[in-house]
């Protein structure tokens, strides 16, 4: 069997490399990533990991030896420069090559900078990374004040932590409400009275003009001139894919490299999962690129799948979730298009879910506390919406 090569070994790439055992691939199958450590799960970075709740250690997506049992390669510290197609061989950063028969690109996505005034200062920093964590979780610690840029859902579980931890908090945000891309009014609302109430100073319709400061950080200046003091300051205003290698090899590639659903990209020998693709979703009916757990290990699944040989039409039901302080979001479905909401149970409460519809047709769920509608959520979307179909929250 010819040798595959998984370039990325985060989430999707071990999930790779372990379906491929599981389904019976007996050929080489190597793992290169550029992190030192053992592929892990980022979730718990922004919440108990950044907490000092779990060590790294309790991040490992498989126990280290996991690898070395299953006859994987998993080369740490090593990233990928270029692709040479014509030759199916590899240039790595150490000067080395290595040749692939078939290759999955499981490269993630980068957190998004902000090309503003004063953002090289020290104490300005993206959160993606076990890397990141330890600086932060230090900076954290020696700091008082904390402005957070985009409230999202990583910019907002860290506004969590930082505020357990007793900081001052303030969260910007260019919109008029948080998380606005992914939730209706309703969750929103409810997530700014929770934070609002938990002391954190939150700043919505709110642009950014520059970093303050000498070396280090001193303070965010607002588009309307006030200066929020911090000696932290997190940007947390989304993630880009990892498609430059894929675009440099010739790929094709738009905000992310095409995929269709066996995930393969436009060279037969190559395939790509997780963060890093854009693929058609008829689900949907268009394409989708998306940033979930589960997206990385179903897609990476499918694309396992297709390089034993089986059928595969990878077109899933997407879900996610997000844990901010005792209250815990999950989200079924994508609600972008609908056109009515429905909500049951109560946010005073905090515990309730909204139902987005479609022209009559459930499309999404959003969950607060209410785990039961979740999963009962993720089973029902896609039939014709009945009310009796979904629990009490
Ligand atoms: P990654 O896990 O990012 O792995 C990609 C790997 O490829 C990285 O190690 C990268 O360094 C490496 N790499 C890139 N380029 C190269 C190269 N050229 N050579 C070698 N190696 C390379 N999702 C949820 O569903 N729920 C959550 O609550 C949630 N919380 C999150 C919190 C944070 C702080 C972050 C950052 C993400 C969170 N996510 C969450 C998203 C989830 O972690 C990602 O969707 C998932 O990790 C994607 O897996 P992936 O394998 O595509 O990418």
């Not at 056109?339 to 905090?350: L, M, N």
Request: proline letters at 5%.
């Amino acid at each position: 069997q010819e040798e595959i090569v998984i370039i990325g070994a985060g989430q999707a790439g071990a999930q790779v490399a372990q379906s491929l055992r599981q389904g019976g691939f007996e050929g080489p199958l190597r793992l290169i990533g550029d992190e030192p450590h053992p592929p892990y799960q980022r979730p718990p970075l922004s919440k108990k990991f950044l907490a000092g709740e779990i060590g790294a250690e309790g991040l490992w997506l498989r126990p280290p030896a996991f690898f070395t049992t299953n006859n994987i390669d998993h080369i740490p510290n090593t990233r990928v420069t270029r692709i040479d197609r014509a030759a199916k061989r590899l240039e790595l950063e150490n000067g080395d090559t290595l040749p692939y028969g078939k290759l999955v690109l499981a490269t993630g996505t980068n957190a998004r900078f902000l090309k503003l005034d004063g953002a090289d200062k020290t104490g300005v920093v993206t959160l993606r990374s076990i890397a990141d964590v330890d600086v932060i979780r230090d900076m954290m610690q020696a700091s008082r004040r904390i402005a957070i840029i985009g409230a999202g859902y990583i910019g907002l579980e860290v506004a969590a932590v930082a505020r357990s931890l007793g900081k001052d908090v303030t969260v910007i945000e260019a919109l008029d409400r948080p998380m606005k891309r992914v939730v209706s009014q309703t969750v929103s609302d409810f997530f700014s009275t929770l934070h609002q109430g938990e002391g954190i100073d939150l700043k919505l319709n709110t642009g950014v003009e520059a970093i303050e400061g000498g070396d280090s950080v001193t303070g965010v200046r607002l588009s309307g001139g006030e200066v929020v003091p911090a000696e932290l300051v997190l940007v947390a205003v989304g993630a880009e894919p990892n498609d430059k290698l894929a675009e440099d090899a010739g790929l094709e590639v738009d905000n992310g490299i095409l995929v269709d659903g066996c995930g393969q990209t436009s060279d037969p020998d190559i395939f790509a999962a997780g963060d890093c693709t854009r693929f058609y979703s008829g689900r949907y009916q268009r394409s989708v690129r998306m940033e979930s757990v589960q997206n990385a290990i179903d897609q990476a699944k499918a694309v396992a799948q297709a390089l034993l040989g089986q059928d595969v039409d990878y077109d899933p039901l997407p879900w996610f979730w997000s844990d901010q302080y005792d209250i815990k979001l999950q989200i079924a479905g994508l609600s972008e298009g609908y056109d009515e909401t429905k909500v049951a149970g109560s946010p005073a409460d905090s515990k309730f879910y909204v139902a987005y519809l479609r022209d009559g047709r459930l499309i999404a769920v959003d969950s607060i506390n209410s785990p039961r509608s979740h999963m009962m959520a993720r089973r029902v979307i896609g039939e014709t919406w009945r009310d009796d179909l979904l629990p009490e929250a």
